[in-house]
């Protein structure tokens, strides 16, 4: 039975404010940044077999990082303080964002994976529970001929929470819905979005 991912929507990150170990975060207002292209998850797991008798007895291979590569169509000077924390400056009597040396501030990513379940259209609301992105590299182009599109890549690494009484470390969490707007809604009850609309200034 075939389930292939078909298509991207909805990107939300939520500055993290509090955690407890044994709860779930409690996240500032999400943000819808602008639309999704791509998403890219990479995990490491951990490679450490205990070999007894000439033969596998036991295996820790548990995952210990998971990393994102976020492709939106493009960012806002807001979506900048919220992802970067970059700051609004007066400077020599000019008012200005600016960049600096700060850490980059831990929040919880969303997007929505369209799926094709066996020729049925399905919607997997996915979160990263506690992540902190960095735009590694910017390019800018001048236009020749037709438009050529440039939006901006995203590197994340996660961190693991604890959220339950298992003492499990959690990286992500996921459902699945029949319709985007249930999707939605549970990405927006979790990273606790006020409006879905993308900001723009």
């Not at 001929?145 to 693991?160: D, F, H, S």
């Amino acid at each position: 039975m075939a389930n292939p991912n078909v298509g991207m929507m909805y990107p939300v990150f939520a500055p993290l404010e509090s955690h407890t170990d044994g709860s779930m975060p409690t996240y500032g207002n999400g943000v819808v940044i602008h639309e999704a292209r791509n998403c890219t998850i990479n995990k490491t797991y951990n490679d450490n077999p205990l070999y007894g008798d000439d033969r596998i007895v036991d295996d820790d291979n548990g995952l210990t990082a998971l990393t994102a590569s976020f492709e939106p169509t493009g960012l806002s000077d807001s979506d900048r303080v919220l992802l970067f924390g970059e700051s609004e400056v007066s400077v020599g009597g000019l008012t200005c964002y600016a960049e600096s040396d700060n850490e980059t501030p831990y929040g919880g990513f969303g997007y929505i994976r369209k799926m094709r379940d066996n020729g049925t259209k399905k919607f997997e609301a996915w979160i990263i529970l506690k992540i902190k992105f960095t735009e590694e590299s910017q390019t800018t182009a001048t236009k020749e001929g037709t438009i050529q599109w440039n939006t901006p890549t995203l590197n994340g690494r996660a961190a693991g929470l604890y959220i339950d009484d298992t003492e499990k470390v959690r990286f992500r969490i996921h459902e699945t819905f029949d319709t985007i707007t249930a999707a939605k809604s549970w990405i927006n009850t979790v990273l606790n979005v006020q409006t879905e609309t993308a900001t723009t200034t």
